[in-house]
C-alpha cells in the first residue's frame, strides 16, 4: 500500500515532510483511508446501499477520531509529532462536530496521509491495530 517517496524521489523525508502541508497530507489520508475501508467491504457480496453505509459509519469523523485514541500508545514520537501538526491545522469545523473530535480526525488522515507517502509499511502496521468491523 502506498508510494514510498523517499525511494522514488531521492528526497529527505524530513524537508519533504516540512514542504507538504498538514492539510495536504489530511486530504490525501482521508483518501486513503476511505480505500482501505471499502477494500475490506468488498466480501461478502451485499447490496449497494449497505456496502456505501457500512462503509459512511467507518469513515467519519467520531470513529476517526476513536480510532486516532486507539492507536495514539502504539505512536512512535514523529508520529506524535504528525498528529499534533493535523490537530494544529484543522480548521473549518462542521457544525455537527465539537472542535476536538474534527481535530483528532482530522490528525488521524494527516498521520494516515504521512505514512502512506513515507513508510507504507508502518502505515499497514497501524492500520491492522484498528478494530474496524467489517462484518
Not at 492539510?23 to 449497505?50: C, I, K, S
Not at 457500512?54 to 469523523?61: E, G, L, N
Amino acid at each position: 500500500m502506498g508510494v514510498n517517496f523517499n525511494v522514488v524521489l531521492g528526497v529527505d523525508e524530513v524537508a519533504l515532510s516540512r514542504q507538504l502541508s498538514p492539510a495536504f497530507l489530511a486530504y490525501l489520508g482521508d483518501g486513503v483511508y476511505e480505500l482501505y475501508v471499502r477494500t475490506h467491504y468488498l466480501l461478502p457480496p451485499r447490496r449497494l446501499t449497505d456496502y456505501h453505509n457500512q462503509v459512511v459509519a467507518q469513515v467519519r469523523a467520531e470513529t476517526q477520531a476513536a480510532s486516532l485514541r486507539n492507536l495514539t500508545p502504539h505512536l512512535t514520537e514523529a508520529e506524535r509529532e504528525i498528529v499534533r501538526r493535523g490537530r494544529n491545522a484543522a480548521t473549518g469545523i462542521p457544525r455537527r462536530l465539537s472542535r476536538e473530535v474534527y481535530q483528532q480526525a482530522t490528525s488521524l488522515e494527516t498521520l494516515i496521509g504521512y505514512l502512506y507517502l513515507y513508510n507504507p509499511e508502518r502505515l499497514q502496521q497501524l492500520l491492522e491495530k484498528l478494530s474496524v468491523d467489517f462484518t
